[in-house]
């Protein structure tokens, strides 16, 4: 069974920072996918960045340079470091994991296009302030 915690959403300022975490069971980062997705209401959920069971990532090009995806093996915890946090960035945040040895952009699509492919998180709302 895949259980995926995330925490650390908050109201942050323009300009300023903030880290993600995922807790994960039932995963094993080595095989698997993991990733981060956001989603605004009304709007369809979209990938921000994903890491393969190799450590090879993959961002969202709006994402780009700002954030940085992690993983930690002895603790089962993916991160999303956030720096230069936009308004834009305002949303709910996802933890997801998929299954397999699958690329970043692979994974990352196949979520995005077929989300029961995967396993998710309850998310995390992020509300950057101006």
Not at 7 to 21: A, D, W
Request: include cysteine; proline fraction near 2%; charge should be negative.
């Amino acid at each position: 069974q895949v259980n995926l915690a995330e925490s650390g959403g908050t109201s942050v300022q323009v300009g300023g920072s903030l880290r993600l975490s995922c807790v994960a069971s039932g995963i094993i980062f080595s095989n698997d996918f993991m990733g981060w997705f956001r989603q605004v209401p009304g709007t369809e959920r979209e990938a921000v960045a994903g890491i393969a069971n190799d450590g090879s990532t993959s961002y969202a090009d709006s994402v780009k340079g700002r954030f940085t995806i992690t993983r930690d093996g002895a603790t089962n915890t993916l991160y999303l470091q956030m720096n230069s946090l936009k308004p834009e960035d305002t949303a709910v945040y996802y933890c997801a994991a998929a299954k397999g040895a699958l690329t970043a952009v692979s994974a990352l699509r196949t979520l995005t296009d077929y989300p029961d492919f995967g396993y998710w998180g309850q998310g995390t709302q992020v509300t950057v302030t101006s």
